[in-house]
């Protein structure tokens, strides 16, 4: 058994069954009938969240133990949407297939991460959002969730160099309060993106600085 599958093996949701905070600030954005992708989605509080919202998701995520809680909420909530069992390092990404993209808390080391990055861009629609949170190196001081490996943490910098030519809604690195199950509890140090890929024949001149959300 994976190191995921034995954490998710449990009664328990690990990371509860709410969505995301940042993803929930971010409800403004989206629209019943939007392609939604959420990668990396564990138990399923996130892609059950958007389903809840009208989007057509497909939720993706290594760990066939998470995948069958997610189904188990899905059905609790009442809603329907696609699961998928993948290793993303491996997956046949899509190309220009989704209207949103959601990736929260995932991380990937270093030869690894600018690929998953350009293959995340790559899988959205031109115009298509990506929203984004994860752990910054700051996070190492507080331990309240995420991998305890430096070159694993994003810092603000890094993000918009791994998504240059995207255009930035939204970039900043903070420090929040997670209340997310068992294991992100407490203060953390976090960086939150909200990008949107440009549409086409759009001048790539015209992207827009950086700001907070």
Avoid at 142 to 154: C, D
Wanted: hydrophobic letters at 45%; charged letters at 20%; glycine letters at 10%.
């Amino acid at each position: 058994m994976s190191f995921w599958d034995r954490r998710y093996d449990v009664a328990d949701y690990v990371y509860g069954t709410d969505p995301n905070a940042f993803l929930a600030s971010q409800r403004h954005r989206l629209h019943p009938g939007m392609k939604a992708l959420a990668v990396a989605d564990g138990e399923g509080r996130n892609g059950v969240w958007l389903a809840a919202l009208g989007l057509d998701v497909l939720a993706v995520d290594g760990s066939p133990v998470a995948i069958e809680k997610a189904r188990r909420l899905a059905a609790a909530r009442g809603v329907a949407l696609r699961f998928e069992v993948a290793n993303l390092l491996d997956w046949a990404w899509p190309s220009a297939a989704y209207d949103v993209l959601v990736a929260i808390f995932i991380h990937f080391m270093p030869p690894d991460r600018a690929r998953m990055h350009a293959a995340m861009a790559r899988a959205l629609k031109p115009g298509g959002l990506l929203i984004m949170e994860c752990f910054t190196p700051g996070q190492l001081e507080y331990g309240t969730g995420g991998p305890p490996v430096r070159e694993m943490l994003y810092t603000g910098e890094m993000l918009r160099e791994d998504f240059r030519g995207m255009d930035i809604l939204g970039l900043e690195e903070t420090v929040t309060e997670l209340r997310e199950g068992l294991f992100h509890r407490g203060p953390a140090a976090v960086a939150r993106l909200v990008l949107q890929k440009k549409a086409a024949g759009m001048n790539p001149a015209a992207s827009t600085g950086g700001c907070s959300v």
